[in-house]
Nanobody
Framework: VQLQASGGGLVQAGTSLRLSCAAS????????SAWFRQAPGKEREFVAA????????KYADSVKGRFTISRDDAKTTVYLQMNSLKFEDTAVYYC?????????????????WGQGTQVTVSS
């Protein structure tokens, strides 16, 4: 299984970005997926997750109401729509996929990881 994250960039505070995570090497898309991020000098942290069915989602408090995770199973792609971006959202964003459909916010749950995409928000 390979995950390819894309969509990062340099944006101004208050604007939006959409990250994409395309999966390959799987015959089914019914697996939980998540986004994590790591800012310079900090540990990687949970951002958002979606269950294999797409019916359940979970967000970190810091992004709740601003970020939306979704999935397009036909394209085996997971998205992270990020609105009202803040300077503190600056980080490398990683997508991850589990071997289960259950939604969990711990990174140890996820077996497959993308390479990361840089998001830089200027204040």
């Amino acid at each position: 299984v390979q995950l390819q994250a894309s969509g990062g960039g340099l944006v101004q505070a208050g604007t939006s970005l959409r990250l994409s995570c395309a999966a390959s090497g799987r015959t089914s898309s019914s697996y939980a997926s998540a986004w994590f991020r790591q800012a310079p000098g900090k540990e990687r942290e949970f951002v958002a997750a979606i269950s294999g069915s797409g019916r359940s989602t979970k967000y970190a408090d810091s992004v709740k109401g601003r970020f939306t995770i979704s999935r397009d199973d036909a394209k085996t792609t997971v998205y992270l729509q990020m609105n009202s971006l803040k300077f503190e959202d600056t980080a490398v964003y990683y997508c991850a996929s589990a071997a289960s459909s259950l939604l969990v916010d711990g990174e140890d749950w996820y077996d497959y990881w993308g390479q990361g995409t840089q998001v830089t928000v200027s204040s």
